[in-house]
Protein backbone atom coordinates (compact mmCIF):
# COMPACT_ATOMS: atom_id res chain seq x y z
CA UNK A 1 0.00 0.00 0.00
CA UNK A 2 2.67 2.52 0.60
CA UNK A 3 0.97 5.01 3.10
CA UNK A 4 3.50 6.89 5.24
CA UNK A 5 1.86 8.90 7.87
CA UNK A 6 3.93 12.05 8.91
CA UNK A 7 3.89 14.59 11.79
CA UNK A 8 3.20 18.33 10.50
CA UNK A 9 4.54 21.48 12.23
CA UNK A 10 3.78 24.88 11.64
CA UNK A 11 7.43 25.38 9.90
CA UNK A 12 7.82 22.20 8.20
CA UNK A 13 7.83 21.13 4.61
CA UNK A 14 4.19 18.93 5.18
CA UNK A 15 2.66 22.84 5.81
CA UNK A 16 1.27 23.73 2.57
CA UNK A 17 0.27 20.01 1.84
CA UNK A 18 -1.52 20.39 5.68
CA UNK A 19 -2.87 23.57 4.53
CA UNK A 20 -4.53 22.55 1.05
CA UNK A 21 -6.18 19.00 2.50
CA UNK A 22 -7.43 21.28 5.46
CA UNK A 23 -8.89 24.32 3.00
CA UNK A 24 -10.47 21.54 1.14
CA UNK A 25 -12.30 19.78 4.09
CA UNK A 26 -13.52 22.85 4.96
CA UNK A 27 -15.39 23.37 1.80
CA UNK A 28 -16.23 19.70 1.91
CA UNK A 29 -18.12 20.71 5.05
CA UNK A 30 -20.15 23.71 3.75
CA UNK A 31 -17.31 26.57 4.16
CA UNK A 32 -16.00 28.78 1.68
CA UNK A 33 -12.30 27.98 0.69
CA UNK A 34 -9.94 30.14 1.91
CA UNK A 35 -6.47 29.34 2.08
CA UNK A 36 -4.58 32.30 3.01
CA UNK A 37 -6.94 32.38 6.34
CA UNK A 38 -6.73 28.34 6.87
CA UNK A 39 -2.80 28.86 6.78
CA UNK A 40 -3.16 31.34 9.90
CA UNK A 41 -5.18 29.49 11.37
CA UNK A 42 -3.44 26.46 11.33
CA UNK A 43 -0.06 27.92 12.09
CA UNK A 44 -1.55 29.11 15.06
CA UNK A 45 -3.21 26.55 16.21
CA UNK A 46 -0.02 24.26 15.47
CA UNK A 47 2.46 26.72 16.68
CA UNK A 48 0.45 26.98 20.69
CA UNK A 49 0.52 23.74 20.33
CA UNK A 50 -3.41 24.11 21.11
CA UNK A 51 -3.68 21.65 17.98
CA UNK A 52 -1.49 18.63 16.61
CA UNK A 53 -1.60 17.43 12.95
CA UNK A 54 -0.62 14.55 10.58
CA UNK A 55 -1.34 13.92 6.87
CA UNK A 56 -1.35 10.18 5.42
CA UNK A 57 0.77 10.22 2.07
CA UNK A 58 0.11 6.92 -0.15
CA UNK A 59 3.34 6.08 -2.45
CA UNK A 60 1.84 8.06 -5.79
CA UNK A 61 0.36 10.80 -3.87
CA UNK A 62 1.82 13.47 -1.46
CA UNK A 63 -1.27 13.79 0.65
CA UNK A 64 -4.45 11.76 0.93
CA UNK A 65 -5.58 13.08 3.92
CA UNK A 66 -4.78 14.39 7.36
CA UNK A 67 -6.35 14.25 11.51
CA UNK A 68 -5.79 16.83 13.75
CA UNK A 69 -5.81 16.66 17.93
CA UNK A 70 -6.10 18.00 21.26
CA UNK A 71 -4.24 17.12 24.15
CA UNK A 72 -7.08 18.40 27.25
CA UNK A 73 -6.63 18.00 31.16
CA UNK A 74 -8.09 14.68 32.69
CA UNK A 75 -9.07 17.19 35.94
CA UNK A 76 -10.25 15.02 38.44
CA UNK A 77 -7.87 12.71 37.61
CA UNK A 78 -4.61 14.92 37.27
CA UNK A 79 -4.16 13.30 33.87
CA UNK A 80 -4.97 13.96 30.33
CA UNK A 81 -6.78 13.08 27.78
CA UNK A 82 -6.49 13.27 23.95
CA UNK A 83 -9.26 13.79 21.61
CA UNK A 84 -9.47 13.56 17.96
CA UNK A 85 -10.45 16.91 16.33
CA UNK A 86 -10.66 16.95 12.48
CA UNK A 87 -10.46 13.47 10.27
CA UNK A 88 -10.66 13.80 6.69
CA UNK A 89 -9.47 11.50 3.50
CA UNK A 90 -9.79 13.05 -0.14
CA UNK A 91 -12.86 11.38 -1.38
CA UNK A 92 -11.12 9.41 -4.29
CA UNK A 93 -8.35 7.95 -1.34
CA UNK A 94 -11.34 6.42 0.32
CA UNK A 95 -11.04 2.83 1.40
CA UNK A 96 -7.20 2.73 0.94
CA UNK A 97 -6.44 2.53 4.70
CA UNK A 98 -5.59 6.20 5.12
CA UNK A 99 -8.23 7.38 7.39
CA UNK A 100 -7.67 3.85 9.74
CA UNK A 101 -3.99 4.42 9.80
CA UNK A 102 -4.47 8.35 10.82
CA UNK A 103 -6.61 7.30 13.50
CA UNK A 104 -4.17 4.37 14.58
CA UNK A 105 -0.87 6.87 14.86
CA UNK A 106 -3.16 9.14 17.05
CA UNK A 107 -4.05 6.45 19.37
CA UNK A 108 -0.10 5.14 19.43
CA UNK A 109 0.77 8.58 20.36
CA UNK A 110 -1.75 9.04 22.79
CA UNK A 111 -0.94 6.16 24.72
CA UNK A 112 2.55 6.53 24.61
CA UNK A 113 1.87 10.25 26.07
CA UNK A 114 0.25 8.28 28.93
CA UNK A 115 -3.50 9.58 27.88
CA UNK A 116 -6.73 7.97 29.51
CA UNK A 117 -8.53 8.25 26.79
CA UNK A 118 -8.88 9.06 23.20
CA UNK A 119 -12.10 10.93 22.82
CA UNK A 120 -13.64 12.37 19.39
CA UNK A 121 -17.38 13.13 18.20
CA UNK A 122 -19.07 12.86 14.64
CA UNK A 123 -22.87 13.49 13.49
CA UNK A 124 -25.16 10.33 13.85
CA UNK A 125 -25.62 10.10 10.48
CA UNK A 126 -22.24 9.63 9.48
CA UNK A 127 -21.94 6.27 9.08
CA UNK A 128 -18.66 5.63 6.99
CA UNK A 129 -17.24 7.35 9.85
CA UNK A 130 -19.31 5.29 13.08
CA UNK A 131 -18.29 2.29 11.39
CA UNK A 132 -14.73 3.03 11.35
CA UNK A 133 -14.22 4.14 14.65
CA UNK A 134 -16.51 1.36 16.01
CA UNK A 135 -14.08 -1.19 14.20
CA UNK A 136 -11.26 1.09 16.16
CA UNK A 137 -13.14 0.09 19.63
CA UNK A 138 -14.50 3.23 20.51
CA UNK A 139 -17.82 3.23 22.11
CA UNK A 140 -20.65 5.55 22.84
CA UNK A 141 -20.68 7.21 26.18
CA UNK A 142 -23.63 6.51 28.40
CA UNK A 143 -24.96 9.19 30.34
CA UNK A 144 -23.22 11.97 28.80
CA UNK A 145 -25.15 14.23 26.32
CA UNK A 146 -22.91 16.90 24.10
CA UNK A 147 -24.06 20.44 25.02
CA UNK A 148 -22.99 24.13 23.47
CA UNK A 149 -23.37 27.86 23.65
CA UNK A 150 -23.10 29.40 20.73
CA UNK A 151 -21.16 32.76 21.08
CA UNK A 152 -21.55 35.22 18.80
CA UNK A 153 -19.41 37.85 17.79
CA UNK A 154 -20.25 41.09 19.65
CA UNK A 155 -20.69 44.60 17.92
Do not use: K
Not at 14 to 33: C, I, K, M, N
Not at 71 to 94: C, K
Amino acid sequence: MGLTITRVDADGPEFSALVDLFDEYRVHYGETSDPGRTAAWLADQLGSGQLRACTAALADHPAVGFITSAVLPASLRLATFWLVRDLFVRPAHRGAGAARALLGHVTTEARAAGALRLSLQTELDNFPALALYSAAGFRPVDGLTSLSLPLPAQP
